[in-house]
């Protein structure tokens, strides 16, 4: 990495804002609730694009939309042994379960 490269990625960093969490844990559910949440995100994880970001658009189950770029990585460092949806381009910040339990739909946003 350059010096260039150095100062670009970290006056990337000043754009990165902390977004509260918007919806309660639902880690009290039964099993059968988990699985459909869990099949729900891997059909997720089949429709993104595995070799870059891009944008696509998140619904939630209480109607709210949310814009965001996403990719899915496998096999990777950051992945585990195992594919996972991640958000962000530089610092990647991962859609795990719980977080998704409340997602609708995903779609592609443009």
Known sequence: MTKQDIKN???D???FTLI???YKN???KGAEYWSGVMRKYCNAEKR???SDFRWYVIEYLDG???LAYLRVLSNGLLSGKAPAI???MVIPHRIDYVTFSHVDRIR???
């Open 20 to 22: 509260p969490s918007r």
């Open 64 to 66: 709210h939309r949310e």
């Open 26 to 28: 639902l880690l009290g």
């Open 9 to 11: 990625f970290f006056s």
């Open 86 to 88: 991640y958000r962000g």
């Open 13 to 15: 960093l000043r754009y």
């Open 108 to 110: 592609l946003a443009f």
């Open 48 to 50: 993104i694009n595995a």
